[in-house]
């Protein structure tokens, strides 16, 4: 019986890295599938622009129209701007007067729910007939009051771009554009002083610990909760290790949460983004207090469901891998809670959550968190390379006893919370623009 | 869906509020519970907004608005439960401290 127990406990870990090595090679490959396919084609989206155009000249990024006696009649310039999922590649169309005769998307990999929010359209519409030099470089233009601010910003970023190219090459006219400054400001000094909590929370013991780490997620519920809506998300992770990294001088806090994420969890063995600085961790734990949450999970349940969420993991980045669409890794119900929009699925899947905490301690971060497989996987390597076992719970079912009462209501639970799971990955895999 | 948009539903809502109130006040006695006014304040706040929860996913079913009704019963219904259970517990609360205080008398004869 021993024997038998001790060699689980050594064929466990090696199935473990051997599965994580399958995974990341298969990931891998998806990326570069991703990432190798042809770059968006310019003839069509060029005749939306000029419905006469029939001879269109390819170059690198400014093509020449002409219609069928060989006139011309304008260019079409592409550009690209960094928004949330990813770069958002634009054509623009410059008539042989200097005016804007049309701006097409070619790439869009915004989240669908975020794009429709944008005034790209309007703005689209606005700009047409205007001449190049005289536009404005105001993202408040596209963004109005809607709270998408980067996809804004992308779109105004692409269509500038765009408009350069074309101005440089067919104008030999050089736009001045005035230098984005890096934006320092409350958030970002919110973010540094949350992984400073976190930092000194680890020397604190007891009563003050408590507090620290209670002051630390009360303050990232407020100001990257329901002011900045800037948890880290797996969409954000994913256009990390796609390549698609976002400006650094527009979010910044962006870099610190990740690299403050990633660091803890190598320097410290203890990620402590999602302890001190998650506002749906914080979130959570607050309607933890007012139900109680006493309910325990028995640790072979914790094991399955860990197991079940490491591969809707997978999946998950594998799709967004594959398409090139980091947005389409994003099955968190995040943007339901601190800025009230999502699908009805996210937002079942907040209610079943938020519910589920008054009875069981974070059931998200436990069980569901997309992170929590990311810090597993960040602490399995931190443990390989310091030549220890496996740093997370081993995959395996202790069987044999009679599940209670309970265990089959959290485990139905857990199975509605990884159907609307899978349901937002394949609405987002199905319906994205 | 009709009745969502009569004075039917309103009516059965009072009815219900009411309903709610005197129930409470009624178990309240039985148990013997010493509930304080504030409670009691924060516990008519809380009925109010149930109510309102209930007649915002009525009167969206009723003005043909599927989606609102769902996404606003799930927005206001998570947090009428949150609060209710938050509520409830005050009022468990007030049960305990009574045990409490039967206990302390009894031990002290």
């Known amino acids: ?433 | 869906m009709q009745i969502f948009t009569s004075g039917m539903f309103w009516f059965v809502e009072g009815i219900l509020f009411m309903v709610v109130i005197l129930g409470t006040r009624a178990w309240v006695r039985d148990r013997g519970l010493a509930v304080s006014a504030w409670t009691w304040a924060l516990f008519v706040l809380w009925l109010g907004f149930a109510g309102f929860t209930l007649a915002f996913v009525g009167t969206s079913l009723g003005e043909g608005e599927p989606t609102a009704a769902t996404r606003g019963g799930l927005l206001f219904g998570m947090i009428a439960i949150v609060s209710g259970v938050g509520i409830w517990r005050l009022f468990g609360a007030g049960e305990q401290r009574d045990r409490e205080r039967v206990g302390s008398v009894e031990s002290g004869s």
């Open chain 1, 1 to 433: 019986m021993r024997a038998e127990a001790e060699e689980d406990r050594e064929t466990t870990p090696r199935r473990r890295r051997f599965a994580f090595l399958v995974a990341l090679v298969l990931l891998a490959g998806a990326l570069s599938w991703g990432r190798s396919r042809d770059a968006p084609k310019v003839e069509s989206p060029i005749r939306q622009i000029f419905p006469q155009a029939e001879i269109i000249k390819v170059r690198e990024d400014v093509h020449a129209v002409y219609d069928e006696e060989g006139g011309l009649l304008g260019w079409a310039g592409t550009g690209r701007g960094r928004g949330y999922g990813g770069p958002l590649t634009l054509l623009v169309g410059i008539d042989t007067l200097g005016k804007v005769a049309g701006v097409e998307v070619l790439e869009n990999r915004e989240t669908p729910i975020f794009w429709r929010m944008v005034r790209a359209p309007e703005y689209f519409r606005a700009i047409r007939g205007e001449s190049f030099d005289s536009l404005s470089w105001e993202y408040a233009d596209v963004a109005g009051v809607t709270g998408a601010t980067l996809s804004a910003q992308a779109i105004v970023q692409g269509v500038q771009t765009s408009v350069i190219k074309v101005a440089a090459t067919a104008f030999d006219t050089r736009i001045p554009v005035p230098p984005r400054p890096f934006e320092f400001g409350l958030l970002e000094i919110v973010v540094l002083v949350l992984f400073a909590m976190g930092i000194l929370g680890l020397r604190l013991r007891g009563p003050l610990r408590r507090r620290a780490r209670w002051a630390s997620q009360v303050g990232s519920l407020v100001v990257l909760g329901f002011w900045k809506d800037s948890p880290v998300t797996l969409a954000k992770i994913s256009a990390f290790l796609s390549g698609y990294l976002p400006d650094p001088r527009v979010q910044m806090a962006m870099y610190f949460l990740v690299a403050g994420f990633v660091l803890t969890s190598f320097l410290y063995g203890r990620n402590l983004y999602c302890l001190y600085a998650c506002p749906f961790g914080a979130a959570q734990r607050i309607v933890g207090v007012i139900g109680g949450s006493g309910l325990k999970v028995s640790p072979r349940w914790a094991r399955l469901l860990g197991g079940v969420r490491d591969v809707v993991v997978f999946a998950a980045l594998f799709i967004a891998f594959l398409s090139a669409r980091p947005v389409l890794a994003s099955y968190e119900p995040f943007a339901a809670l601190f800025s009230l929009r999502g699908t009805t699925l996210q937002w079942l899947l907040l209610f079943v959550v938020l519910v589920a905490s008054l009875a069981v301690r974070t059931p998200w971060c436990s069980f569901f968190c997309p992170m929590r497989s990311v810090e597993v996987a960040l602490q399995d390597l931190r443990n390989w390379m310091k030549g220890k076992g496996s740093g997370g719970p081993p995959g395996k079912l202790v069987a044999g006893r009679r599940p209670s009462a309970v265990e089959v209501v959290a485990a139905v639970s857990a199975l509605v919370v990884m159907g609307l799971i899978v349901g937002i990955l394949a609405q987002g895999a199905l319906y994205a623009p």
